[in-house]
């Protein structure tokens, strides 16, 4: 992230412009707590120690000292050295003069993702999120339920500052929690049994992860891993009967400068046709002029969000009954779901079924095309409504999905409870669940990054690179819907 030049010799005294520079670089160091090794637990962390106010024990040329310096910290030098020097040498503002010295005349900075030269002040920035994400999985120990072939990148966005133990049993994940000291991570379809209880009787955590909003350029049953996940302390956002860290972050006020990050992202994704796991595709024309086009979003019909808040609905085929009870006169879209279309997944429905209520099945349509299309959606709990929201359609719910009960949906299913009671912005929406809840990673450094860099490389590469694992999958799942169909013909 950043390269050192040969230093220049520093000038007697500071302009007013680069003594305010410095100054102000200095406060959002210490405000944000970078630099060292910032990741470390403990005394390891230089910045503990700087926050109790005690005396650090330093050498001259130890960049901690360049730290305690910044932020006025007192430091008992053990050997010479520059950052010494520059404290004890009597002339006025030593801080802002290493500050210039060591951080603005002697280093080039780069952009970690793109490789661009930035300015300093975007170096603090970048290290100041990472310090963030680092600090949101402090206490993480263990984690269970994590398939092997998408653990590298899980662990990297669940990384506390420490390695993550990966444990294939309940007792293994809570021994290693205990032994620890920490709380465990676990992906709540592939749970070990009796983790919940085992956790409980140790007095140990356990917090659900799940696929992020904007996951990856192919499907998560095509063994593609995800490069977006969401750890919830509070709950599970998937569950309306309880609050989650996300229900409280929507409503939440957000600050000015959010919402506007919010608004362009949203743009961004619209304009790139980003869904959560594809982008691109080809414009999908409307097979009709004259009537109101309607897209019903198939689910996984065991898919843990319609089990918690499918509010009673019957599968893919009871929500297209409903939806067309509800729309007697639209020209109703089914587009199935595509793991249940790639065979990995329960709720197929024969097409010829299908059509005695909906008027055309689409499948090879990427879901950004079609929302820009059609002028409502209907759902269940489908990530396709909030996705349909962004892109300004009508959406209607028949379940319980996290963006219900704000007062951007048309709500079909039993009202949530009244933690929903008042309406929020679309932007306070999509600032709340895609850039504060997730956390994400780029594809092509592996390193935790913003929404905005997986948006681009999303972008830039719609089409998932294919592995041997992913080409077996596909086949395991071809194999299956063959059965699925000779059964069914049987």
Not at 71 to 89: C, H, N
Not at 232 to 240: E, N, T
Not at 253 to 276: C, Q
Request: hydrophobic share 45%; charged share 25%.
């Amino acid at each position: 992230m950043s390269r050192c030049r040969p230093l220049s010799p520093l000038r007697d005294g500071l302009s007013p412009q680069l003594r305010e520079r410095a100054r102000l670089i200095g406060a959002r160091i210490v405000a944000e707590r970078v630099g060292g090794p910032f990741w470390a637990a403990g005394d390891a962390n230089v910045w503990n120690p700087i926050a109790r106010g005690e005396t650090l024990r330093l050498p001259g040329d130890d960049e901690r000292a360049l730290l305690a310096l910044i932020a006025g910290a007192p430091v008992s030098w053990t050997a010479p050295g520059p950052f010494a020097d520059i404290a004890e040498d009597g002339d006025p503002d030593p801080a802002e003069r290493a500050i210039v010295r060591w951080l603005i005349d002697g280093v080039e900075y780069r952009d970690p993702y793109l490789g661009r030269p930035v300015a300093i002040e975007a170096a603090i920035d970048q290290l100041a999120f990472w310090r963030h994400a680092i600090d949101r999985n402090r206490g993480l120990a263990a984690a269970a339920g994590i398939a092997r072939w998408k653990r590298r990148e899980v662990e990297a966005m669940l990384w506390p500052g420490d390695s993550l133990v990966f444990a294939a049993s309940a007792a293994d994940a809570v021994a290693a929690a205990a032994k620890r000291g920490g709380e465990i991570a676990v992906w709540p379809s592939k749970a070990p049994r009796g983790l919940d209880d085992e956790a409980a009787a140790h007095g140990i955590e356990v917090h659900p992860v799940e696929d992020g909003f904007l996951r990856s350029a192919g499907l998560g049953s095509d063994c593609h891993p995800p490069h977006s996940i969401i750890l919830d302390r509070a709950g599970l956002h998937l569950d309306p009967n309880r609050p989650s860290d996300l229900e409280e972050m929507i409503a939440t006020p957000a600050d000015p400068a959010l919402i506007a990050r919010a608004e362009r992202l949203m743009r961004s994704l619209v304009e790139a046709g980003i869904s959560k796991y594809a982008s691109g595709g080809d414009p999908w024309e409307r097979p009709v002029k004259d009537r109101r086009i309607v897209l019903v979003t198939g689910q996984v019909e065991d898919d843990l969000s319609v089990r918690l808040g499918g509010a009673g609905v019957q599968g893919n085929l009871d929500l297209i009954r409903r939806a067309r009870a509800a729309e007697p006169d639209a020209w109703l879209v089914f587009k199935p779901h595509p793991d249940v279309d790639a065979g990995h997944r329960r709720g197929a429905i024969p097409d010829q079924l299908a059509l005695q209520h909906v008027d055309q099945v689409i499948r090879d349509v990427p879901m950004a095309s079609m929302l820009d299309a059609v002028d409502a959606v209907h759902v269940l709990t489908s990530l396709a409504g909030f996705e349909a929201l962004i892109r300004g359609c009508d959406v209607v719910t028949h379940g319980q999905p996290f963006y219900a009960g704000w007062g951007l949906t048309r709500d079909l299913g039993p009202p949530i409870e009244r933690r929903r009671g008042h309406n929020v912005t679309k932007a306070q929406l999509v600032a709340a669940t895609l850039i504060l809840y997730p956390r994400y990673l780029d594809p092509v450094t592996k390193l935790p990054c913003p929404p905005e860099i997986l948006v681009e490389r999303l972008a830039a590469e719609p089409e998932p690179r294919e592995t041997l694992l992913t080409r077996l999958r596909r086949l395991q799942g071809r194999l299956r819907r063959g059965l699925s169909v000779a059964g069914g013909r049987a």
